[in-house]
């Protein structure tokens, strides 16, 4: 317990899901969290447990995209914490279809939020945090991050590119000597309600109408044979977030039941 206490921590995407997980798991740790999203009813669905639990939470309503919000909410963080510690870039939404079919205009609102939204929370949150003395930077990627996946061309593009901004952001903040550091999450196939967001472009198996069933895609693909859970993958957020990663920058933190490290052989 109290693994982060003291500590002040922005989770952008925190209405639900992995966001909402980090949030709670944060807080429980002794953090101060402030939580946006543009689900205002969710956020704060979210901030009532968190009290409830005993923990202190924020809400602010924000769009990752606006680059004029990002400084108005940094600048509240800051008033009303008093500092800036840990931020878990982790607003993002999925597309799929494939790519020869995907608008321009899908294309660019994935981009804009998943890309975007990433770099506009490093540019705005690094100064606050150097302010404080230092700080951790977590930013969700994903499994498709690391590998391609076919009708999630875009998506791949979105969360490769972030694994990558991260690294280099790594290196910018040791270079300044700002005691900040920069890594990467990649989930696999988690339970979250992402799944039922999805826009699928018929790309969904045949017989298949509608939505896709997190568990039964883990029995097919997760060597573990099960969906991960948000809190799994708020589990090693913590770890990024506290000290007990304090050699760790530029890297990444890989949590998806064994998909990326290659296929096994079923029995029956």
Not at 65 to 91: F, H, M, P, Q
Not at 166 to 183: F, G, P, Q, S, T
Request: glycine residues 12%.
């Amino acid at each position: 317990m109290a693994q982060v206490e003291g500590k002040v921590a922005l989770i952008t995407g925190a209405a639900s899901g992995i966001g909402a997980a980090c949030a709670e798991t944060l807080a429980r740790e002794g953090a101060k969290v402030v939580l946006t999203d543009i689900d205002e009813a969710g956020l704060r669905q979210v901030a009532d447990r968190i009290v409830k639990a005993g923990g202190t939470a924020i809400t602010l309503r924000q769009d990752v995209t606006d680059e004029a919000r990002w400084a108005e909410v940094v600048a509240e963080a800051e008033r009303k914490c008093g500092r800036l510690d840990i931020l878990v870039s982790n607003a993002g939404i999925g597309i799929m279809v494939p790519v020869l079919q995907m608008s321009l205009a899908d294309w660019r609102r994935q981009t804009a939020i998943n890309l975007d939204g990433v770099f506009l929370s490093v540019k705005h949150c690094v100064p606050a945090m150097a302010r404080a003395g230092g700080g951790s930077i977590i930013i969700m990627s994903s499994l498709a991050g690391l590998r391609g996946a076919a009708g999630l061309a875009g998506y791949c593009a979105t969360k490769g590119g972030v694994r990558l901004f991260a690294k280099a952001v790594a290196l910018e903040c040791a270079a300044a000597n700002l005691n900040i550091r920069v890594n990467t999450v990649h989930p696999g196939i988690i339970a979250t309600p992402i799944w039922d967001k999805i826009p699928s472009g018929g790309v969904l198996p045949a017989g298949q109408n509608a939505g896709f069933d997190p568990e039964a895609m883990s029995q097919m693909a997760v060597p573990l044979r099960r969906a991960g859970q948000a809190q799994d993958i708020a589990n090693g957020v913590l770890y990024l977030a506290s000290d007990a990663s304090a050699y760790m920058t530029g890297s990444e933190l890989v949590i998806d039941g064994g998909m990326f490290s290659g296929n096994m052989p079923r029995q029956a």
